[in-house]
């Protein structure tokens, strides 16, 4: 009777592994793809084997970078383009990555921050562009090779269709957002007001901050801005333009002069003038002088309430000749080059400001 028992019991274990056994197998889901991996990989990314795109869809250059053809998916709804930096000049104002940052945001119209920062090791901007979304990254690697990639999705006019390009999309875009590094903290708000302005004076050049300093490029001349923050004046510098007075002017040179003994004096302590649009703006202050093979000019601008001052000082590099003193000409250009960006400088921060 127990023989029989476990003999039943053996026939039921033995039918309900067959009555598993037998049941359909679920469909096994595939796991997400690696962001990295999705960036990579178009192919990966579209789901899709991509061709090169027609030929009235040429690759565009950046300045200093090598292009790829373009490739395309989703029947020509999905682009992508890759580039690698070619190596600097020796003489380079600004890096490869601050070249294709001002490119890239100069060819699209996507909002970003203007310059590029040296401390970042990648960066990523997105947005919609004529009608389209774009993405696009740069990054440096291991190697300290930098290369860059951009895509580009025309939504699909089918809704399922549209939906689905949506979901790879998002992939795309959720790798691109991780790339971004914060942004370079600056010493107070007024610095930060001030690098905005500069940021905004670069007009479409391109711009780089380093750690002591802020590079960019004008008619072919590196600038550098050195100091940039706020501080007190040693003399009172009045807000009002109806206060400034000759003597206050004269006083502020002869400090200078006492303070950089070595320099030529291109531009005297002066009041900057201002557009007569905007009479009720604040006074600012410029002075340009060479010193040491450098034409150096600085900006004062008061402020309205403490008598504090934010300085702007940038200074133009060139080659000296063997008798120390740099050509005539080159000096007068940079003065003028110097004279130009404290103008719109001041404007900017007098329009954001004041």
Request: charged share 20%; with cysteine.
């Amino acid at each position: 009777m127990a023989r029989a028992g476990l003999l039943s019991l053996s026939i039921l274990l033995s039918g309900g592994r067959d009555a598993v056994a037998a049941k359909p197998a679920l469909p096994v889901r595939a796991a997400a793809a690696p962001a990295a991996d999705v960036m990579g990989d178009l192919r990966l990314l579209a789901q899709q084997r991509p061709k090169r795109c027609g030929a009235d869809e040429p690759a565009q250059q950046a300045p200093g970078w090598r292009a790829t053809a373009v490739e395309c998916a989703w029947q020509g709804r999905l682009q992508m383009r890759r580039w690698s930096a070619l190596p600097a000049a020796g003489n380079a104002c600004v890096s490869r990555a601050a070249l294709w940052w001002q490119w890239q945001q100069a060819r699209t119209g996507i909002a970003a921050p203007a310059a590029w920062d040296a401390a970042w090791p990648a960066q990523g901007l997105s947005g919609i562009s004529s009608g389209r979304q774009r993405l696009a990254v740069i990054e440096k690697s291991a190697g300290g090779a930098w290369t860059a990639s951009d895509w580009t999705w025309n939504p699909s006019p089918r809704a399922a269709t549209r939906q689905w390009q949506m979901s790879r999309w998002e992939l795309l875009a959720t790798a691109t957002a991780k790339l971004r590094p914060a942004v370079r903290g600056a010493a107070g708000a007024e610095a930060v007001a001030l690098r905005t302005a500069w940021e905004a004076n670069l007009r479409g050049r391109a711009g780089e901050m380093l750690a002591d300093a802020w590079l960019w490029e004008s008619n072919g001349l590196c600038m550098r801005m050195e100091t940039a923050g706020l501080s007190q004046a040693q003399l009172h510098l009045p807000y009002s333009r109806d206060e400034v007075r000759h003597e206050q002017r004269a006083a502020m040179q002869l400090q200078l002069a006492r303070r950089f003994p070595r320099a030529t004096w291109l531009t005297p302590f002066r009041l900057v003038s201002t557009p007569a649009a905007n009479k009720d703006g604040g006074a600012k202050y410029e002075a340009i002088w060479l010193e040491d093979g450098l034409v150096k000019g600085q900006l004062w601008m008061p402020t309205k309430t403490d008598g504090a001052i934010v300085r702007a000082r940038i200074v133009a590099v060139f080659p000296v000749e063997p008798g120390g003193r740099p050509p005539g000409p080159a000096v007068a250009n940079r003065r003028a080059a110097i004279e130009r960006e404290l103008a719109g400088l001041a404007a900017i921060w007098e329009a954001e400001h004041e």
